[in-house]
């Protein structure tokens, strides 16, 4: 797989590090496995990678599809996870897995004890979300619907079209530098990008076309 590519220079020599103190911050990112109507689970996987976009290792769990289990599952791979002592960040693609499975960002961060980002390629459409999630959860519908707006999404402009970001337990500006940092090529960020990769080798029957 070879080594992480070379250290940025600082001016007047010396490695560009990151608030840490580390040249390339370690993030877990997160994407689930294609399912279709009816399927009960999904698989989830996480890919640990040293930015912009050496691949450590890799997490793997499930969630149940139109769930509630979804952060519970997050914090225990990552807790767990021996890759998590040196790790700054944990990326999500969208802040939903498995349909409506959402996830609870403050809850995330502060069960694992690190910034949480989600990233989409465009905002969602709220007011379809809202309707979905009364057919889908009934009386749970509220407190799901509570924890996509709790953390507004903001455009990150990383190409023509901005993508989509939200964030808990650190600032925009934070945000904005760690994903920055995990740019490789194109405008999406190479561990959400290696994640939803691999998610798709596990899907449940034909793999559809890669987004990322």
Not at 31 to 41: K, S
Not at 91 to 96: A, H, P
Not at 173 to 197: D, F, I
Request: charged share 25%; hydrophobic share 40%.
């Amino acid at each position: 797989m070879g080594a992480p590519p070379p250290a940025a220079m600082a001016p007047g020599g010396g490695e560009r590090k990151d608030r840490s103190g580390k040249p390339h911050p370690r993030v877990f990112a997160f994407d689930d496995a294609p399912f279709r109507f009816g399927q009960a689970e999904t698989a989830l996987v996480g890919a640990v990678v040293s930015l912009p976009g050496y691949l450590e290792g890799l997490v793997k769990g499930s969630v149940t599809v139109d769930g509630d289990e979804a952060t519970e599952t997050l914090a225990r791979l990552v807790s767990t996870s021996r890759f998590r002592p040196a790790s700054q960040a944990i990326l999500l693609g969208g802040i939903s897995l498995g349909g409506f499975n959402v996830v609870d960002l403050a809850a995330l961060n502060r069960r694992t004890g690190l910034p949480v980002v989600t990233v989409t390629r465009r905002p969602p459409d709220f007011a379809a979300m809202s309707r979905a999630l009364e057919r889908h959860a009934g009386n749970r519908a509220e407190e799901r619907e509570r924890r996509w707006k709790e953390f507004p999404l903001f455009p990150f402009r990383s190409g023509p079209k901005p993508l989509w970001v939200a964030c808990a337990g650190l600032d925009r500006e934070e945000a904005g530098a760690l994903l920055r940092k995990s740019l490789v090529r194109g405008s999406y960020p190479e561990p959400l990008r290696l994640a939803h990769r691999i998610a798709a080798l596990l899907a449940d029957g034909p793999v559809p076309k890669a987004r990322a």
